[in-house]
C-alpha cells in the first residue's frame, strides 16, 4: 500500500482503537521509540489486543513501515498525560513508533522513512511543525522517549517540527514552560524537575546539572515563538 503523497506501507491491523472522542481530529503527532528487541517484536505487542498498546504506524530500524490504524481512528499509544490544555492526547493526534531501545542513535534508513512518512500526515489533518512532539513531551517523569538520541534538529531543518534559534533573554522558566505547552505533574513531589528534565531530553540532550540561563532562555523563545494555545481547539 502507498499512502497518499508518502511512502509504501505494510499493513498490519489491529483492533486495539477506538473512534476519536467527541468528533477530534487529529492535530499533533506524537514520536515514540519501542524499547523492545526488535520491531517484529514491538508489531507482536502492538497488535495483541492483551496489552491494550497500539499506534498508528511503526518504523523498522531499516526503513521498512507498517501501519496498523487508520489516521482517522484513536489508537492507544500516549497514555496518561497532557499537553497544552488537551488531557486525551489519543484522541488528537497520530502516533509513531520507531524500533529503537532507546541507547543508540536512530538508523538513517528509518530516519529517512520519517522524514517520508511526516509531511502527508501533516497535511492531511493541517498539523503545524510545533504539534510535532515527543512522548516525553506530554508524560513528563513517565515517558522518557523518544529520548536524548532523537535527531530533532533535522526534522526542524525540514519544516517537520521545531528548534530554536538563540533568538530570547532568559525568562520565568516555569511560566513559560507552560506557555510552550508542557502540564507540570501535579502527583509528584517536585513537578519542576521533571519538566525540566523533559525539556532537555529534546532541547539540550545530555546537559546534566540545575536549571541554568540557557534553559530559560531556550524556553522563553519557544514558548514566544511557538505558544501552545495559538489556534488551538478546545479539548
Known amino acids: 500500500m502507498i499512502l497518499p503523497d508518502g511512502p509504501p506501507v505494510t499493513p498490519a491491523p489491529t483492533s486495539c482503537h477506538t473512534a476519536r472522542r467527541g468528533g477530534a481530529l ?19 505487542r502492538l497488535c495483541d489486543p492483551a496489552f491494550e498498546v497500539s499506534a498508528h504506524y511503526l518504523i523498522r530500524d531499516d526503513g521498512h513501515i507498517w501501519q496498523m490504524v487508520d489516521e482517522d481512528q484513536r489508537a492507544w499509544h500516549a497514555g496518561a498525560g497532557a499537553w497544552g490544555g488537551v488531557t486525551d492526547v489519543n484522541s488528537r493526534s497520530v502516533g509513531i513508533e520507531l524500533d529503537n531501545r532507546g541507547d543508540a542513535p536512530f538508523a538513517e534508513p528509518q530516519m529517512q522513512a520519517l522524514l517520508a512518512l ?45 528548534w530554536p534559534e ?19 505533574p501535579i502527583a509528584c513531589e517536585d513537578p519542576e524537575t521533571l519538566v525540566l528534565d523533559a525539556f532537555r531530553l529534546r532541547f539540550r540532550p545530555f546537559h546534566t546539572g540545575p536549571l541554568d540561563d540557557t534553559d530559560r532562555a531556550i524556553m522563553a523563545e519557544l514558548a514566544a515563538r511557538w505558544p501552545v494555545d495559538r489556534g488551538a481547539q478546545s479539548a
Open 26 to 44: 487529529p492535530d499533533m503527532i506524537v514520536i515514540h521509540y519501542t524499547a523492545m528487541d526488535g520491531a517484529e517484536a514491538a508489531l507482536d
Open 118 to 162: 511526516l509531511p502527508g500526515i501533516m497535511a492531511r489533518w493541517n498539523v503545524p511543525p510545533e504539534q510535532v512532539i515527543g512522548h516525553s513531551d506530554m508524560a513528563p517523569g513517565r515517558k522518557i522517549d523518544p529520548g536524548p538520541h532523537f535527531d530533532w534538529p533535522r526534522l526542524a531543518a525540514k519544516g517537520l517540527s521545531i
Open 166 to 184: 538563540g533568538r530570547a533573554a532568559p525568562g520565568d522558566f516555569i511560566s513559560d514552560t507552560k506557555a510552550f505547552g508542557y502540564v507540570l
